[in-house]
């Protein structure tokens, strides 16, 4: 009786839980993420006094980019364009007085 009792008070537990479901993004939306990925990699490495190395945020290898986004949720694939985006930002802002 007492497993009877716990497994209705887990499966409640269990169906009354919000899930968190992360999506994925799209191919059409990953193909222009991963295009202006490779940009702003090009851009960074053109700009005195930026990063010129590549590490996981700056790299030119589109086909890395556009697979990652396909698996990223949404939100992590605008916080990396975000990112790529305001260091550009910063270093033309140094190197140019301007962004």
Not at 33 to 55: E, L, T
Not at 75 to 88: H, K, Q
Request: with cysteine; net charge neutral.
């Amino acid at each position: 009786m007492f497993k009877s009792i716990f497994a209705v008070a887990v499966t409640l537990i269990a169906i009354s839980t919000p899930t968190i479901q992360a999506h994925a993004a799209d191919a059409g939306y990953c193909a222009h993420y991963a295009d202006q990925a490779v940009w702003q990699f090009n851009r960074n490495r053109s700009i005195p006094g930026c990063f010129h190395g590549a590490d996981g945020h700056w790299h030119p290898d589109r086909a890395a980019h556009y697979g990652w986004c396909l698996t990223a949720p949404y939100e992590a694939v605008r916080a990396e364009d975000s990112y790529r985006g305001a260091r550009l930002h910063e270093c033309s802002f140094k190197a140019y007085g301007h962004g």
